[in-house]
């Protein structure tokens, strides 16, 4: 979680909600500056014993005990703003940003939403079963909490509607697909779009000048090839299974898997979506999910937790490879979240030996730890690499500003 610091009041905050299934994500954001003034995050809700933990002012505030639902949790983060003396004033609020993950072929851009929006979020629920009800339930409860106050849902969809349709269209019967919307939409937009400005802002360059691939590797991960600024390739598909190894996720598997496990192993639809969605990945193959874990395991001998690794950097790898070729060769290759910004074995592993694609990390600056853009190859790699924190929540708060003032 991003230090909340104290911090002027303004009345151009943006309040960003990002909601799961079970948990509530927020920062208090003053989008021009950047500063967050609060942030927290609600887990458990709906179980029997739920938790918040709110930080303000450079202090952390708790609350345990049942949280029914989202509105209850909204209630909680007020009550948790009030304690640290702070209230959240509604009319201090210019609007509150929603992260919506599946905005389908319906929405590109951020939009302001009302009931038909809220409808159409709801109906996309098919294509993110775990992601747009929550969502659209986060929306409802802080349409209540914050009347008048402009919702504004931001999807992370968005940054690949621009997809070329050779990069899009998967090769199945295209009646079936056009009947049932099935083609790659890619998700984690907003961190590729905002890693991929960032780093133009870093190199002092035009983005509309800078081929990019750019490495999401948090507990979701994915890869994307930026060219000049538009996302023209990306890893996730339908859905966000597709793609890199992640926590619990397989990403790419061959698709004759499922029909060869569901003969011979019996395993139902919601079998084979729990296996590859929950229970593969780093999970899968090591026993634990959080990367910090493999690393552990494998630096003490253990030889699944090795294979894991491995596994998970040769994926990335074969993806740089992929998105090199479909950029036509990079300027810039850039590492961002989780995995991504503190693991310089990954960076190092999924790199190695390019020399002849002229790409070259430099040891010393790779083991560097910061939470700034750096670049991390030699001065000799005509491909930069570089580190980018991402930084979702101001993505989201900014292009939420920018709506709402619009008008
Ligand atoms: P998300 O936002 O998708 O939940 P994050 O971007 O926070 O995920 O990334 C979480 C992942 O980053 C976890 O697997 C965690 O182990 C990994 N991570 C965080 N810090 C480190 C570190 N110092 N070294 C290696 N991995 C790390």
């Known amino acids: 979680m991003t230090a909340a610091s104290t911090g002027t009041p303004s009345t151009a905050l943006v309040l960003v909600i990002n909601c799961g299934s079970s948990s509530m994500k927020y920062q208090l954001v003053e989008p021009v500056s950047a500063e967050v003034l609060a942030a927290g995050l609600v887990e458990r809700i709906g179980e029997e014993q739920g938790r918040a933990v709110h930080s303000a002012g450079g202090q952390d505030r708790e609350f345990t005990g049942p949280i029914a639902d989202h509105g209850a949790a909204l209630g909680i983060i007020a009550d948790l703003f009030a304690e640290s003396g702070r209230p959240l004033d509604p009319a201090g609020l210019l609007a509150v940003g929603h992260r919506v ?38 929306i409802e409860r802080a349409r209540e909490a914050f009347p008048g106050v402009p919702q504004v849902a931001v999807f992370d969809t968005a940054f690949f509607r621009t997809l070329p349709a050779a990069a899009h269209t998967y090769a199945i019967d295209a009646q079936v697909a056009a009947e049932h919307q099935i083609r790659r939409y890619g998700f984690h937009g ?13 190199l002092g360059r035009d983005i509309t000048d800078l081929d990019q691939i750019v490495l999401h590797l ?158 991390i190859s030699t001065d000799a790699s005509t491909v930069t690499v570089m580190v980018v924190p991402t930084n979702e929540e101001l993505a989201i708060a900014r292009a939420t500003a920018q709506l709402v003032q619009q008008g």
């Open 101 to 138: 993950v599946h905005g389908g072929a319906v929405f590109g851009d951020p939009v302001l939403v009302d009931d038909h929006v809220l409808g159409q979020i709801r109906e996309l629920a098919a294509l993110a079963p775990l992601h747009n009800p929550a969502a659209a339930t986060g």
């Open 190 to 202: 907003t961190s590729h779009q905002y890693v991929s400005g960032q780093v133009a802002l870093a």
């Open 218 to 375: 948090g507990n979701g991960a994915s890869a994307s090839a930026v060219a000049g600024g538009i996302a023209v390739e990306t890893s996730m598909g339908l859905t966000p299974l597709e793609g890199l190894v992640m926590g619990t996720r397989s990403g790419d598997v061959d698709p004759g898997v499922l029909f060869y496990l569901a003969r011979v192993a019996g395993l139902d639809t919601d079998g084979l979506d729990t296996l590859l969605n929950r229970r593969s990945g780093l999970l899968g193959l090591a026993g634990v999910n959080d990367f910090r874990d493999v690393q552990t395991r494998m630096d003490a001998g253990n030889d699944a937790a090795r294979l894991a690794f491995d596994v998970y950097c040769h994926r990335v790898r074969k993806y740089v490879g992929a998105y090199l070729a479909v950029l036509g060769g990079a300027d810039v290759i850039t590492f961002t979240a989780g995995v991504g910004e503190n693991a310089p074995a990954v960076r190092a592993a999924v790199l190695a030996g390019l020399e002849r694609l002229g790409i070259e990390i430099d040891a010393e600056r790779n083991a560097v730890r910061s939470k700034e853009p750096r670049v």
